[in-house]
């Protein structure tokens, strides 16, 4: 990615209103964009400065706080300029047009999503996982998410990767060393221990990936879909499960028309729940008050979005009525359900049944007994929600990876085993040994982006908010 030195500016605080709002300007130079705002005085770097905030005529726009930080002691690497003044959007918009104003002749543009922080990678300020990790932080939906989003903001998880990288080299050195001296006619495999050296790679990069895959729940959570026919008690699960009314219910088939979504947190992982229409066909019948309706045109479109999540789901909570048992409208269901998706029978008003609380662990799937009404036996299935995510509460610090992050991981694993299966024909196969270290390698270096495409590096950044 080619670096544009070209000055750029941005306010920096979320919209709305608030008491403080910042406007940020970085560039190599931007000497006469700070000579253009505030004149002869000076600003002493890294301290800050009670300032009039002024119009090029010198009408006061507002007063505040300036910072200045000097090349390259600053976020982004360059010089920084950052005004701190009152929240207000007006105030904040007359603030950033001020500014490119007076930096019109340094060519000072507005930034791009995330572009500050593309600059601080770009300065070598920060590596990719850590400029990836200050948007999870600013994202972080639980206290769980923003400490491991902090972790890895800090190098932490960085850290264990050039760990890793640190040890695939010093083995590629000594396999690469004997492919240069093929007379010295050593036992290369023997004497340097490296299927030893190996597996032990093999063995960190495992634990790393688990830490990585438990910090990947806590970023993006999983989607849990509520599925079943009218009347099974999908919105009651829905508020059950959120401790609040955010679902209507009524015994009226077809009361939820379109998909109703909440997040919810356990152990610090956010889970989606989208609460769908029920699922019924042209012939199936639904009373209502001794009236047997028939599927109207809203509740088809409800059905067709019902499976359009079902498809995208991480888990499915098929909702079954324990009173009355399955029935072939269920078994429909379940027909159309995708394949490799994790689904959790749930038997709902059990207080009608007269079953207990449980959990039936069988072939086809988990079933859960409960009562949403009654709330008895939701941590049953808070529980087996936890167990599909595969979380594990450990005291080791987790690292909020990215989708990427975990590929990169496999991919090195794959390579790794690729290398232990050539290590297994001792020396006759090291040139390929030697390869698919060098594919290891790679493939970590891209995590902190020693490696990595222009292309993915744009669409990294995107994804920031503007002003960071």
């Known amino acids: 990615m080619i ?47 009670y300032l009039p905030f002024t119009e090029a005529d010198g009408t006061v726009i507002d007063q505040g706080i300036v910072l200045y930080f000097k090349a390259p002691h600053s976020y982004t690497g360059e010089d920084v300029l950052e005004l701190q003044g009152h929240g207000g959007p007006v105030v ?67 850290k264990v990767i050039h760990e890793l990288v640190e040890q695939v080299v010093q083995l590629r050195m000594l396999v690469e060393a004997t492919l240069d001296f093929p007379e010295e006619e050593i036992d290369f495999l023997e004497k340097s221990d490296a299927r030893g050296q190996l597996s032990t790679i093999q063995s960190a990069l495992q634990k790393v990936f ?61 889970l989606n729940i989208i609460d769908t229409a029920g699922i019924r066909h042209e012939h199936d019948e639904a009373e209502e008050g001794g009236i047997v309706s028939a599927i109207d045109a809203v509740e088809r479109i409800g059905i067709e979005r019902t499976w359009a999540e079902v498809e995208k789901a991480d888990v499915i909570l098929h909702l079954l009525d324990a009173s009355r048992g399955p029935t072939r409208a269920d078994e429909a269901i379940v027909a159309r359900f995708p394949d490799g998706v994790p ?4 038997w709902n008003k059990i207080d009608l049944s007269g079953h207990h609380p449980s959990v039936d662990v069988m072939e086809d799937a988990t079933h859960i007994y409960l009562s949403a009404q009654d709330h ?6 808070r529980q087996e929600l936890l167990r599909i995510a595969g979380w594990q509460q450990t005291g080791e610090s987790l690292y909020l990876a990215r989708e990427r992050h975990l590929i990169a991981l496999k991919q090195a694993h794959e390579h790794l085993q690729n290398a232990a299966d050539y290590a297994a024909q001792n020396d006759q196969s090291l040139d390929l040994f030697a390869e698919e270290l060098r594919l290891t390698q790679d ?24 002003g960071k």
């Open 210 to 270: 688990e830490q990585a895959a438990q910090g990947a729940l806590l970023r993006a959570g999983l989607n849990v879909v509520l599925a079943g026919q009218p009347n099974v008690g999908k919105s009651s699960l829905l508020n059950a499960l959120a401790g609040d009314d955010v679902a209507i219910v009524t015994p009226i088939a077809g009361t939820t028309r379109d998909k109703v979504t909440e997040t919810i947190h356990i152990e610090g992982i956010p």
């Open 92 to 158: 904040m918009q007359m603030l950033l047009a001020r500014c490119l104003q007076a930096g019109k002749d340094a060519g000072l543009r507005l930034a791009q999503p995330g572009e500050f922080t593309q600059r601080a990678f770009l300065n070598d300020k920060l590596d990719l996982a850590q400029a990836e990790a200050v948007s999870d932080l600013i994202e972080a939906s639980t206290e769980a998410a923003a400490k491991s989003a902090s972790q890895s903001l800090s190098g932490a998880f960085s």
């Open 443 to 466: 493939r970590l270096n891209g995590i902190t982006g020693e490696f990595t495409s222009d292309d993915l590096l744009g669409v990294i950044f995107s994804r920031f908010c503007i």
């Open 376 to 381: 008895v036996g939701i941590n049953l299935l």
């Open 343 to 346: 689904v959790i029978r749930i």
């Open 3 to 49: 670096y544009d030195p070209i000055p750029i500016v941005a306010i920096a605080t979320a919209p709305g209103r608030g008491g403080i709002g910042v406007v940020r300007i970085s560039g190599k130079d931007i000497s006469a964009i700070r000579a253009a705002l505030f004149g002869d005085i000076s600003l002493k770097p890294r301290h800050a400065s």
